[in-house]
């Protein structure tokens, strides 16, 4: 490398860094100077494709992480401990020995970090590695190289179904139009095919190298600039994200902008979150009152110390004077025993509590994601936990903010009806037959056994209204019913793919296409499975129609007349939503076969088989301000121009032709809406399809100004909408969709439960109020006795809302009624339905309270048409006033606010890629798993872990008093009855893996009765066990036990010729023996795990001391134990000090469970019983309850004693029934 | 289910798709293992008054008769006391706790008078007692160079940080260092008998066989192999407060040195601060003969250690031997109470069972 002065190498590092923060990007190609050295390139400022995303080097690990882990706060207090030991006056322990602990807890993290970085390293190392062909000027060609090689300036050349390594500007690709599809599966998820055209004007084909060799981008963010001799042009910059996979497409080649970290793929990987659970929050509170008792404690033995050297009438035989012969005065001395006594009794801050938490969470989420009933067979996923540490905030949940499409329901459409010129079509066969086919499906599932049914199995079911067939060929109105299909067909931005093109995803398609080809019984049935056989049934039919109609239309002509090139069967359509395959599905099977899309025109070919292709002009793309989409385009044949408009029923209707006297077309619109309520009601979603004739200097006109639209630098959105706004007036309405999104398996169930659990329940979504209310029906949100309060701005709760001076009236209504005492003893059963924009105004300042009021009264609320910044605000106005824990679940981007926004966020893998899953917590790829993912592990989380807490700080409490007694004894002086050795083993050793195996393991209940009993949640819900009761309860006893454990041997040994360590050595023992029996007691199910560590701990504690007090001859306990061991004195102390220690709680666990009636105990006594009996029990209880729910529906109620059912079983449902009466 | 679905592959073995689509991806399904499941089979026990009732009546039955016994042996054993501190002017040793020096040549001898009313029949534990002596203060435990006392010559010459400021005096190692070493008991103590006609007979104390066999023989150790004890420590000094080298403590070679039983008694510190420690075993002569008999005795005191400066006490114990150790009812009354308060208990939690029973185990009934 040729010599450079360094101050010119700093000037070069400072331009390089200047380059790179500036948002303009200057570059070139490195054609011209491939083979240069480093510092002649002109893109050597920019990163280099290598991607490391690891936190550590090899060298430098033990520093860095060392630094990281002190940043938490507990560590540092630890550390200080440990210096604290170095300080000679303080002489606690060897200080070597006082690092151990500490030590060990870094280790143990510092192991766990580098495993993580570890595989963070062989994933980048993968990723690196990985193969791509760059063009290199000297070889004339592209030759492969490693991603990490790949430089900003480079060409790049991605072949089909190969990962594009960086972000390319696109420049040629193998496709005549250079179009370009990919797949984003890997950066969102989703799974449909996108085109990307190349920078149009550099179409270059790569023998010309000349061009390449030239170029030389200047990209501002997001626009691109070239200077080239021969183009100058501005144009939005057309990406090839890195990560993006390149499909049906030959090959494509790109200029490499963004590499490496810089990459959009790059930035969006913010890693995991960290958030901390409630009860973590609470915990810390616990550790400070530790504290707080740590320096009563020591200002304690302090003062005794002072005491103590106080009262001595001169200096006696044992004070031991310093090193130089001279005493320090009784104070100094008792200053210094304060932090002597800190680190004597420093285990009273649970040192290893920090660690044995993350411990017991990674154990919980092993379980979790190892649970079979939250896999789910078609996807072939499991449930993914991204959050690590807020496992037990599942166990508290008190809202749940729900979206609906897509979670609530499949976010499969199915097209069920529709309406075409005024004239409605039931396609009321669809429902039985779908039906038929579920079951059929079903078993075929069983038969094959595979994972997944093609997604597209669902969309293509779509079964022919007869009338609307005969109408399509016997009519001669042809013109509009054509047109209503043509803008399905073509009104959308469905991708065909040829199912021939290798895509794994589409394989399932294939074997059940060709199952149900082989079997031949399955054609007897009328169910049409795929397109293919679809097509079939809809050519037979029309021909059995022509037959008996005896008319032959103009549109229909037999398929075997003319074969299409492709055969439609073979069809494969990518959608970016679910409603759009829908219903270009539903087209084909109505012969409008929507044959190729690319970005200047569209194929059809209509029932006759004859293939129109249609030039597109231009197409409007989906806003959700407009909320419609529109596709220009121009007539094969009439060389008309056509606006196609497709959106939402409101949308459209205003923007109709206003009739002039044309009462045809008002009386259609009228009827269409109509049609519209009545699908709304039946829970549909609905689209109107409308389209518009354009005259030639219309259209140009629009053009020029769509184009100045474009190509504008600033306030581009704004006017790019604004031009779409101006052409799409003044429609002529061809018809409306319904398509029925179904409810996902069991969702009313779970909704139910969760209810029961006590667990409200919000439905969030962007539909229409009709739709909603009717889905809130369908999967039991509403029931059909409930007073719903339907709130939006049309009624005239508006005016009472505006005006907000006058005390909000719906309020004190409703609280009467939730008071009335005829309802006391149920749930309130008001319901609220809300639209987006009374909501609006509900969330301003001066009625949010008042409205959170009024929610808390109700028993579930419906938000309808709410934006996704709504979602987030309701979730945080009730998060925040009502201080409950939230829980929000959705699938798709628009719910990624809201998902983050509450305490715990869940992600449904859904159809609508995978923005919410990457947003969440918790990824579950059904609605139906949130029941057990909630009742049984949340609630099995949040115990096990309470338990464990409060277990943690009472041990440690229990065997650091023993210690603190001992100062009475020994002068305050700091002194321990226990081997400094054997006191950290026993934290370390003996009693540190039976509460982590209590934290993973334990199960107060059964998962069968959680799942049968919701009600059982709600013992979580609010403080649950972990409180500042249980946590006092916890710390009194230690403090009773360690009494018990010192008091009885030292009455026992007082006076004798004991020395410290036979002394220390029972106390120890009955220490380790009172802290596990006190687990035991704690213990809800023994496992032959449980037992075997138990009796392992025991084991080990007495190996390890016996080894101990063998091996170690400087060990002034010398054969301490072994003494102890053959003296029967020992054993007697042991048994009775043990006995006294547990007596209180065992007393009080079995009163507990004796007499009083929490829910819990009763779940435990069912639990003992057999599976069977058990759930007859859960039957009648909850047949009890539902009779129970019934009478509160009916307000003129009856005493619940009315309601024995039969006399024999009365006594026990009455019985239970109160038992949750009582807890509620 | 598993097997199921391989069945039905192999049916349709010849549809490549499904082999290939079954192939490409490994399933994510979790295993379904009891482990993995939380299925492992469970032993849930529910503690109430009915189930746990057999417990309480089961350690009141226990606890009861094991406490009668250990009262009744406590209350068997032997116990003799002597105060022997002279803090009373009335007291025999008054003069000698009132004249202490350390240095000081000539002992100082007192004689307590005192009267057996009851003979002890088998071997007899002599103790010394001290009260509110701090063995068990911090400083002062570490005060000791193990490894010195194993024997370990290095250590000798050069005693361990922890015996300072008792580790060299006049810059030559000090034998055996630390404090617990220099504060070490030495009034001696001797026990006469005297005989209905007025002659002091001595009793025989046994001097060895008081320190635990371990300590003696593995624990403590004399420097190097030299059988000569003086050669053996040549080169360091006594204890400050010693009157003799640790070589000149027993004229019986196998008790002199660092295994010498009264100071290995000693170094083992003591957990409380009254405590005592065994001096002296009075070996049983013959069969007929009771140990010590009724009668008067003497004892005899070389008093040489100081208590006043902390108030202490010094006391002489004689105890007979049983297996728990010395004198103390406190175990057999505990044991007796919590037993009854167990059983106590149980008649409670019987009643309890009685009166809220049928509700916890109506479960069982109504099927």
Known sequence: MPWMSPLARIRDALAGQRARDKDLRNLVSNLPYEGLDKWKQPNRHFRNNGIKTTKYSVLFFIPMNLFEQFHRLANLYFVGLAILNFVPVVQAFEPEVALIPICVILALTAIKDAWEDFRRYKSDKKLNRLPCFVYSSKEKCFVEKRWKDVRVGDFVKVESNDIVPADLLLLYTSDPNGVCHIETANLDGETNLKQRRAVPGVCITVSNTDILLIIHAVIRTGCLGFSHPDLVLKQHLVYLKGGCTVRNTGYAVGFVVYAGHETKAMLNNNGPRYKRSRLERRLNIDVIFCILLLFTMCIIGSLGHYLWLESMPSVPLYLVPQTDGHLDTPSLSSFYKFFSMIILLQVLIPISLYVSIELVKIGQIYFITNDLDLYDEETDATIQC???????????????????????????????????????????????????????????????????????????????DQKLLRQIRGTEKIDAYQDFFLALAICNTVVVSMATAKRLRSNPLDTLSSLVRRAGSWTRLRAPITSETSANDLTTQGQSVNQTGGQTCSLHVPPQGTAPAVPAGKLCYEAESPDEAALVHTAKAYGFVLMSRTPDSVTVQLPSGAQLRFEVLDTLSFDSNRKRMSVLVRHPISKQCILYTKGADYAIMELLETPYGEKQQKAIA??????????????????????????????????????????????????????????????????????????????????????????????????????????????????????????????????????????????????????????????????????????????????????????????????????????????????????????????????????????????????????????????????????????????????????????????????????????????????????????????????????????????????????????????????????????????????????????????????????????????????????????????????????????????????????????????????????????????????????????????????????????????????????????????????????????????????????????????????????????? | MMASGYNAKDEDGHIAVAGLGGGA??????????????????????????????????????????????????????????????????????????????NSTKPCTCSIPFYLDQSYESNVFMYYGLSNFYQNHRRYVKSRDDSQLNGDPTELTKPSKECEPYAFHEHKPIAPCGAIANSMFNDSLELFYIDPNGTKVPVPLSSTGIAWWTDKHVKFRNPGGNPNLTAAFQGTVKPVNWRRPVYELDSDPENNGFINEDFIVWMRTAALPTFRKLYRVIQKRNGLMPTLPRGNYSLDVHYNYPVRSFEGRKRVILSSISWMGGKNPFLGIAYVSVGSVCFFLGVVLLFIHHKYGNRSSSADMSH
């Open chain 1, 386 to 464: 991204k959050a690590l540490n807020i496992t037990e905030d599942l166990g508290q949940i008190q809202y749940i903010f729900s979206d609906k499409t897509g979670t609530l329901t499949e976010n499969k459409m199915v097209f069920r009806r529709c309406s075409i010129m005024g004239r409605e079509y039931p396609h009321k066969e669809n429902e039985c037959v779908r039906r038929a086919l579920k079951m059929y499906i079903y078993k075929i599932k069983i038969l094959m056994f595979t994972k997944s049914l093609p997604p597209n199995q669902q969309e293509t079911e779509v079964i022919l």
């Open chain 1, 670 to 1224: 009228s009827d269409t809406q109509q049609h519209l309520d009545c699908y709304a009601k039946e829970g549909l979603r609905t689209l109107c399809i409308a389209k518009k004739v354009l005259c030639d200097g219309e259209y140009e006109s629009w053009a020029v100004q769509r184009q100045h639209a474009l190509a504008a630098m600033d306030n581009r959105e704004q006017l790019i909408m604004d031009s779409a706004v101006q052409i799409e007036t003044n429609l002529c309405l061809l018809g409306a969709t319904g398509v029925e999104d179904r409810l996902q398996d069991s969702v009313p169930d779970t909704v139910m439960t969760l209810r029961e659990a006590g667990i409200q329940v919000w439905v969030l979504t962007g539909d229409k109020p009709e739709t909603a209310v009717n889905i809130g029906y369908a999967c039991r949100l509403l029931e059909q006795d409930d007073l719903v309060i339907n709130m939006s701005c049309k009624s005239k709760v508006r005016s009472l809302i505006s005006n907000s001076q006058r005390k909000f009236p719906l309020y004190p209504e409703v609280r009467r009624y939730s008071e009335d005492p005829r309802n006391v003893d149920t749930t309130p059963d008001i319901s609220l339905v809300i639209d987006g924009r009374t909501l609006t105004m509900l969330m301003s300042p001066d009625l949010r309270d008042r409205f959170v009021d009024l929610a808390r009264h109700c028993r579930s609320v419906l938000c309808c048409r709410v934006t996704p910044l709504q979602k987030s605000e309701v979730v945080k106005l009730i998060r925040e006033k009502l201080k409950v824990m939230t829980l929000a679940v959705g699938d798709g981007a628009n719910d990624v606010n809201m998902i983050q926004a509450a305490d715990i966020g869940v992600g449904i893998s859904g159809q609508e890629g995978m923005q919410a899953v990457m947003a969440s917590d918790f990824a579950i790829s059904r609605f139906k798993h949130l029941k057990k993912l909630l009742l049984v592990h949340g609630h099995w989380c949040y115990s096990r872990l309470a338990n464990m807490i409060i277990y943690f700080f009472y041990k440690n409490a229990a065997n650091v008093n023993l210690l603190f007694w001992y100062q009475f004894f020994c002068g305050f002086t700091a002194n321990a009855m226990i081997d400094h050795w054997l006191m950290i083993f026993f934290n370390l050793l003996f009693t540190s893996v039976p509460p982590i195996m209590f934290g993973i393991m334990d199960k107060d209940v059964s998962a069968e009765m959680l799942l049968g009993l919701p009600e059982l949640y709600r013992t979580g819900q609010g403080k649950g066990e972990y409180s500042f009761f249980t946590f006092w309860i916890s710390m009194l006893d230690a403090f009773y036990q360690s009494l018990v454990a010192f008091f009885i041997p030292y009455f026992t040994y007082r006076g004798s010729d004991i020395d410290i360590y036979a002394f220390g050595t029972p106390l120890n023992t009955i220490s380790l023996f009172t802290i596990l029996l006190h687990l035991s007691i704690e213990i809800k199910a023994w496992t032959i795990v449980h037992v075997f560590i138990i009796l392992g701990s025991v084991t080990l504690y007495f190996i390890v001391t016996l080894a101990y007090g063998v091996r170690y001859l400087n060990y002034s306990g010398y054969w301490t134990l072994q003494a102890q061991m053959v003296d029967p004195m020992f054993y007697l102390v042991c048994l009775i000090s043990t006995v006294i220690a547990l007596l209180p709680r065992y007393l009080f666990h079995v009163l507990k469970n004796s007499i009083t009636c929490s829910p819990i105990v009763e779940a435990r006594h069912l639990d003992t019983l057999e599976p069977s009996t058990r759930d007859q029990w859960i039957k009648e209880w909850r047949s009890f309850r539902g009779r129970v729910q019934d009478k509160t529906s009916d307000v003129s109620a009856s005493p619940p004693s009315e309601l024995k059912p039969t006399q024999s079983s009365s006594e026990l449902n009455i019985r239970l029934g109160l038992v949750l009466f009582c807890h509620i």
């Open chain 2, 25 to 102: 991806l490994r399933s994510r399904k979790p295993e379904n293992t009891a482990f993995k499941q939380q299925r492992l089979p469970a032993w849930q026990p529910v503690l109430t008054a009915g189930s746990v009732l057999p417990a309480f009546f089961i350690i009141g039955l226990v606890f009861i008769p094991i406490g009668i016994g250990l009262y009744v042996t406590s209350s068997n054993i032997r116990e003799f006391e002597i105060d022997y501190t002279g803090v009373d002017v009335s007291s025999p040793c008054f003069n000698c706790s009132q004249n202490f020096n350390w």
